[in-house]
């Protein structure tokens, strides 16, 4: 962590760059490449799921995960993180929740197309309260809500002052007519910002083109549909959640070589979680591809 905080006070924030594919539910794909250009991408269908790391220069391949994931690479939960922050850029501050508490609306207020409002946990000892803004049109019928403050919070008072804000607002074509945010930007209860998230590009894809990105690479060829060409050094494949996985490595002249069931394998690396707890649930016949770019700030936590 020393590391990372020194690097950024000396060359300013980490970048990482995401591709997010989305199709029904439980069906996705997560490309990332890390500030130092390493990349980690997993993928998840209805009953495949896979990883793969060019670092490691390994793919590990879960072939049935109805019965769930081996210990170490479920990578299940990553759907609910990539939507809530695609959230954002839908709703804007619509979409910060808090996971397992209900909040009301109350003092709504309104004054020359800015609105504000307070939203409260309904239950007195939680003691949570959230400010939103936003701008709403007239004569457009287009209404934006742009930030969200927590103003109490009974379980972490040190959060008190944390603030999202959601800016340039523009039209997706691959979406529709309504202007989405595209920049979201964290700040810490001191007013330092911890993250931004840049959305660059929504595009609607065919089934076929969306089944094509979410298959393995073909590790005889050494080739991924998104990627194009990867290292890839050795395959480990999981029957199922609770058979241990066999490693096949491929040596430079492309032959294999069969080493028995191991369970001693490092586990895929999973990136950060990406944002907060909120989700959104996208139209499964619209099948989505989007592009964004989250910088992650010196003083980040």
């Known amino acids: 962590m020393l590391e990372t905080y020194e690097r950024r006070i000396a060359d300013g924030p980490d970048i990482e760059r995401w591709d997010v594919w989305f199709g029904k539910a439980g069906m996705f794909r ?13 993928a998840v269908s209805s009953r495949r799921a896979w990883s793969y790391s060019d670092v490691a220069r390994q793919l590990n391949i879960i072939e049935d995960t109805r019965s769930g994931y081996p210990k170490g690479y479920n990578y299940g939960p990553w759907e609910h993180r990539l939507r809530s922050t695609v959230s954002g850029f839908l709703h804007g501050a619509f979409s910060i929740r808090v996971p397992g508490v209900e909040m009301d609306m109350q003092d709504f207020s309104y004054n020359e197309g800015i609105w504000s409002c307070v939203f409260s946990s309904s239950e007195p000892d939680i003691a949570l309260r959230l400010e939103g803004e936003g701008e709403w049109k007239d004569g457009q019928w287009i209404g934006r809500a742009t930030s969200a ?14 603030r999202w804000v959601f800016t340039d607002w523009a039209v997706q074509d691959a ?37 094509e990105a979410l298959a393995p690479p073909d590790p ?21 959640a609770e058979r241990a996985p066999v490693v096949t490595k491929y040596t430079d002249s492309g032959s294999e070589e069969k080493t028995n069931p191991a369970s001693d394998q490092p586990a895929s690396r999973f990136g950060r979680f990406l944002h907060r707890g909120a989700f959104v649930a996208v139209t499964g016949g619209v099948l989505l591809v989007l592009g964004f770019v989250l910088f992650r700030r010196k003083h980040a936590s």
């Open 220 to 240: 005889e060829t050494k080739t991924d549909a998104v990627r194009g060409r990867i290292p890839l050094d050795a395959v480990q494949r999981f029957p199922d």
């Open 149 to 162: 403050t927590v103003e109490a919070s009974g379980p972490s008072p040190d959060e008190i002052g944390r």
């Open 30 to 42: 997560r490309n990332l490449e890390e500030p130092d250009g390493s990349i980690n991408d997993i």
């Open 175 to 211: 979406i529709g007519s309504d202007p989405i945010c595209t920049t979201q930007i964290e700040y810490r209860p001191d007013g330092r910002p911890v993250t931004t998230l840049h959305l660059e590009s929504v595009t609607r894809l065919l089934p076929s083109e969306f089944e």
